[in-house]
C-alpha cells in the first residue's frame, strides 16, 4: 500500500488530538457533500423537464422533414416517394401542406397556422396521446374535421359540443396581394373542430391540423406541398436514413431530424442546465473553504508527526503527498456521500413521485417533479468534486508547509 495514502487515511479516520479538528473536518466532508448532492439533483430535475418537453414536442414533430432548399413549395409530380418509401426503415411517408391563416370563431380572431396532413397522419395515431378535449380526427368517411392546438381553442374558445359553430379559416388569396378586404383578397373555407391537443405551448398557440386536400382547396394548389414528413421505424437509427435520404434528394431539399427541427428549443434547455451547473460549481468551491481550513489545521496539529517521519526517512515529496492525499480524500469522500444521497433522492423521485406538482391536482402535465439519472452527469459532477479538491488541496499544502517552516 501507498505509505502516504495509509497515512492520510488514518489521519482522516483516527481521533484528532484537538476535538475542533475532528469538527471542522466532519464540517468539510458534509459541505463537499451538499454541493455534490445539489448539483445532481438539479441535473437529473433538468433532464426529466427536458425529457417531458422533448417527449411532447416529438409527438407533433416528425423523425424527418423534407423542406426545399429555395422556394416554399415542393412539386409532388417530380418528388421521388416510391425511392423515399424503399429505404429501410421508413415507416410512413406524409404530405404537408402548410400556411399562416386568420382563425374565426364566432366573434373571436386569432393569427396561426394551418396544418394540411395526408390520410397516413391520422393512419400513425400521433397526437391520440396528447389529446385534451374530443379526439385526433381529420376525416371521418365523408366528413372532414380540424383539431386545433389548445393555445388557439382558449384564444378563440371552442366549444367543441357546438357542432352547429365552425371554424372559419381565411389565407390571402394567390396572385392577388393589392386587396384587404376579407370578401375579395382572402379565400375562406369553415370546418368543424373534432379535438384539442397540447405539446408544447408555442406550437399549441399556433397550430390547426386540417386534412390535405381541404388545405389544397383553401390554398389553390394543385401538385404543390410544403413539406414531406417521414417516420421511422422504431428500430432504424434516424442518422443512417437522414443521411440515405439527403443523398437520394440531393442539393434542392434540406432533411432535417427532430433536434434540427427544434434546434433552438434544445440548445436553450442545455445552456439552461449548463448554466445551473456552473451556478452551483461555484456554491461547490465556496464549501471547499472548509476542507482548506480543516487541511490547514490538521498541518499544524501534525507538525510533530511531520518532524519524526523526516528523522525516520520521509522526503519532502513524501508530505506534500501525505497531505494533498488527506485533501483529496476528504473532498472525494464528501462527493462519494453526495453523488450516493442525490442519486437515492432522484432514483425515489423517479420511482415514486414523492415530489408532486400543483399538490397532485393534475392541474399539470405531468403530476411529479420529472427527474431523470444520468451517468455522465455523476462522472461530470464527481470529476468536478476530485479537480476542485485537488487544486485547493495544492494550493494548500504548499502554502501550509511554508508556513510551518517545513522545507519543500
Do not use: C
Not at 374530443?134 to 378563440?156: C, H, T
Not at 473553504?289 to 490547514?296: D, Q, R
Request: charged share 20%; no cysteine; glycine share 8%.
Amino acid at each position: 500500500m501507498n505509505l502516504s495514502f495509509y497515512i492520510a487515511k488514518r489521519y482522516l479516520l483516527a481521533k484528532k488530538s484537538h476535538n475542533l479538528i475532528n469538527i471542522i473536518t466532519a464540517v468539510s466532508v458534509i459541505g463537499v457533500g451538499i454541493g455534490a448532492f445539489a448539483l445532481i439533483v438539479v441535473l437529473s430535475v433538468f433532464n426529466g423537464f427536458e425529457k417531458v418537453i422533448s417527449s411532447m414536442v416529438n409527438s407533433v414533430s416528425p423523425d424527418l422533414l423534407i423542406e426545399a432548399r429555395r422556394g416554399k413549395v415542393i412539386d409532388t409530380n417530380t418528388f421521388p416517394f416510391e425511392k423515399l418509401q424503399e429505404l429501410s426503415g421508413v415507416k410512413a411517408i406524409v404530405e404537408i401542406v402548410e400556411e399562416d391563416a386568420l382563425l374565426r370563431y364566432g366573434e373571436k380572431q386569432h393569427i396561426g397556422r394551418i396544418k394540411g396532413v395526408g390520410d397516413a397522419y391520422q393512419h400513425l395515431r400521433l397526437l391520440d396521446t396528447i389529446i385534451v378535449e374530443g379526439e385526433f380526427a381529420v376525416r371521418k368517411d365523408e366528413f372532414q374535421f380540424a383539431v386545433a392546438g389548445a393555445g388557439v381553442a382558449w384564444y378563440l374558445g371552442l366549444n367543441l359540443r357546438n357542432p352547429a359553430e365552425m371554424l372559419l379559416v381565411y389565407v390571402p388569396q394567390r396572385g392577388n396581394p393589392s386587396s384587404f378586404s376579407l370578401d375579395q383578397g382572402f379565400n375562406s373555407q369553415p370546418i368543424n373542430v373534432s379535438g384539442v391537443f397540447a405539446s408544447q405551448q408555442d406550437y399549441d398557440a399556433r397550430y390547426v391540423v386540417v386534412p390535405l386536400d381541404w388545405a389544397k382547396q383553401l390554398l389553390g394548389y394543385v401538385d404543390e406541398i410544403s413539406a414531406v414528413e417521414i417516420f421511422l421505424q422504431k428500430s432504424s437509427t434516424y442518422k443512417r436514413t437522414q443521411k440515405e435520404v439527403a443523398q437520394l434528394l440531393g442539393d434542392d431539399f434540406v432533411v432535417k431530424n427532430r433536434f434540427e427541427q427544434q434546434e433552438t428549443l434544445f440548445q436553450i434547455m442545455r445552456a439552461e442546465k449548463w448554466a445551473i451547473f456552473i451556478i452551483l460549481t461555484f456554491i461547490l468551491i465556496m464549501a471547499t473553504f472548509n476542507v482548506i481550513g480543516s487541511l490547514t489545521m490538521l498541518i499544524v496539529d501534525k507538525k510533530k508527526d511531520s518532524g519524526i517521519l523526516r528523522y525516520l526517512g520521509a522526503t519532502k515529496s513524501m508530505l506534500r503527498k501525505l497531505f494533498l492525499a488527506e485533501g483529496m480524500l476528504i473532498s472525494t469522500a464528501g462527493g462519494i456521500i453526495g453523488l450516493l444521497a442525490g442519486a437515492l433522492v432522484v432514483l425515489l423521485q423517479q420511482e415514486f413521485g414523492l415530489l408532486k406538482l400543483g399538490g397532485g391536482a393534475g392541474a399539470f402535465v405531468i403530476d411529479a417533479y420529472p427527474v431523470q439519472l444520468k451517468i455522465l452527469d455523476v462522472v461530470a459532477v464527481f470529476f468536478t468534486v476530485v479537480v476542485i479538491g485537488g487544486i485547493s488541496s495544492f494550493y494548500t499544502v504548499r502554502q501550509s508547509l511554508k508556513w510551518t517552516k517545513e522545507e519543500v
